[in-house]
């Protein structure tokens, strides 16, 4: 039995499960009636990873977005991942909309994971390595503790939990 367990605190997407909740997306915009003949469209780009949404008017544009987001979380893609910037108008009268896709804990987020785990009072220690954050201690049972408050808990991320041993 080891001395030390620890697990990794990371924000990831599976992009094979993104790819192909965004190609649902756009069969069902393809075969909809409420878009045939619009210029609804939804575009997803690799580097950066970034989702471009488009359609003829404010109340299209929602509903290509509410289409995006159903497929999303049918195929377990947290809506979390993504920071959607607000509606621009195009030139041609159709409206825009993209959301940029996060991977990775950035340093404000991880110490707030850091802070949230030291306030818990248990024996373990977290420290950030990168983009993601490592809790070690003893007991296992202070580990899932430490798992179950975090999953309970919101950062505005979605929060998985790695390397359980």
């Keep these: 039995m080891a001395d030390e367990h620890s697990f990794d605190i990371v924000s990831k997407v599976n992009f094979q499960e993104l790819r192909n909740a965004?190609?649902?997306?756009?069969?069902?915009?393809?075969?909809?009636f409420d878009f045939r003949g619009s210029r609804a469209s939804i575009v997803y780009e690799e580097s950066p990873p970034a989702l471009k949404v488009s359609a003829d008017h404010?109340?299209?544009?929602?509903?290509?977005?509410?289409?995006?987001?159903?497929?999303?979380?049918?195929?377990?893609?947290?809506?979390k991942a993504f920071t959607w910037t607000?509606?621009?108008?195009?030139?041609?009268?159709?409206?825009?909309?993209?959301?940029?896709?996060?991977?990775?804990?950035?340093?404000?987020q991880a110490r707030a994971v850091v802070k949230t785990i030291k306030d818990l009072g248990l024996k373990v220690q977290p420290r950030i390595d990168g983009d993601a954050v490592r809790v070690g201690g003893k007991q296992l049972d202070d580990l899932q503790?430490?798992?179950?408050?975090?999953?309970?808990?919101?950062?505005?991320?979605?929060?998985?939990f790695e390397n359980y041993r």
């Design 58 to 79: 404010q109340v299209q544009l929602k509903s290509v977005i509410d289409v995006v987001e159903t497929k999303l979380a049918k195929r377990g893609v947290s809506l």
């Design 86 to 108: 607000p509606p621009e108008q195009l030139p041609g009268g159709g409206m825009k909309q993209s959301a940029n896709l996060q991977q990775g804990l950035n340093s404000d």
């Design 22 to 32: 965004i190609q649902q997306a756009q069969k069902e915009l393809s075969t909809r």
């Design 145 to 160: 503790v430490v798992i179950q408050t975090l999953k309970g808990k919101d950062f505005g991320i979605p929060l998985q």
